[in-house]
């Protein structure tokens, strides 16, 4: 098994991570700071989005950004990395993305990175959206498409597409879990093939957040749904202080407002800015399928 600190990632920023309590992890429901999530605002005007650049300015204590806020790291609880080089010369998204797009020439290696890019492949997606401006007014929401990649215990990254909204008085969040997994090999020593497929399951997350925004946007997604437990490694993927099974962990109340095949979408209640391990991941728009799920029950007293 590798260890944490031979885990330099993808894209390899400063991680930190340390113990948390373990009775501050069931109470994800009715607490201070939690927000609901609802649906886009269509009054008096129908929403209009602008990319931005950075991160939103909530996101999980110790969660790592990585330079240029294109994927965010939550790292294990317990783990602590340090600085280091990459030791590969394909991943260097600290600033290969951006000086490739511009450069005349690029190599094939520099061309994969500007692939997955995930604010270059959402803003592809967009082009022809209504929803998309290109004269952003102040009534515009600011968009930031950006990634998580969290190290969870079955020593396993699984990664979540985010769509952050925000507006002067309302913000929202639309997330898709890809469906792939990667090893620590393949997130701390990425080869071409990797990244190709890191953009395969990208390609199509990007276009269902679309999905999930216009939807939105028209009045088609509910405000409220069936009322459930929903657990997944998604959302909690690492132990509480090591002690912890992330699956004694579900996002109580989680409303179901889609069920399309194999995919659920629910709205979770959440704090953006609470440990992973209290819920740190539960606000917003989520989309699953359902092998991605490990509990899913009707909620208590429902």
């Known amino acids: 098994m590798t260890s944490h600190s031979e885990r330099r990632g993808i894209f390899a920023p400063l991680a930190f991570a340390g113990p948390l309590a373990i009775a501050a992890l ?37 969660a790592a950004p990585f330079p240029k806020g294109r994927f965010v790291l939550l790292p294990a609880m317990g783990a602590v990395e340090t600085v280091a080089e990459l030791a590969s010369p394909v991943p260097l998204l600290v600033g290969a993305v951006a000086d490739a797009v511009n450069a005349q020439g690029a190599s094939a290696e520099e061309r994969v990175l500007v692939d997955v890019d995930p604010q270059a492949i959402l803003a592809k997606a967009l082009a022809d959206s209504s929803l998309l401006t290109a004269s952003p007014t102040g009534r515009a929401l ?30 929202g969040r639309y997330l898709v879990h890809l469906p792939g997994t990667f090893t620590p090999e393949e997130y701390g020593r990425p080869t071409p093939a990797t990244l190709a497929r890191l953009r395969d399951d990208l390609v ?16 088609e997604l509910p405000a409220s749904g069936s009322k459930v437990d929903l657990g997944s490694y ?45 819920g740190g ?10 092998s991605q799920l490990h509990t899913i029950r009707p909620a208590a007293g429902r």
């Open 281 to 290: 991941l539960f606000f917003g728009v989520h989309e699953f399928r359902r």
């Open 204 to 219: 199509p997350a990007a276009a269902r957040l679309r999905d999930l925004m216009e939807r939105d946007a028209r009045g």
């Open 142 to 171: 600011r968009l930031r498409p950006f990634v998580f990649i969290q190290e969870c215990v079955d020593d396993r990254y699984r990664l979540t597409y985010v769509a952050d909204l925000e507006g002067e008085s309302w913000s």
């Open 26 to 62: 069931l109470v994800l429901a009715g607490c201070a700071g939690i927000q609901p999530s609802v649906p886009l605002p269509r009054d008096p005007a129908p929403p209009s989005l602008a990319i931005v650049e950075g991160l939103p300015a909530k996101l999980p204590e110790r």
């Open 234 to 278: 998604h959302l909690v993927g690492s132990r509480s202080s090591g002690l912890l099974p992330p699956e004694l962990v579900v996002a109580r109340g989680a409303e179901v407002i889609v069920e399309d095949g194999d995919r659920i979408v629910t709205r979770i209640a959440g704090d953006p800015g609470k440990p992973v391990v209290e």
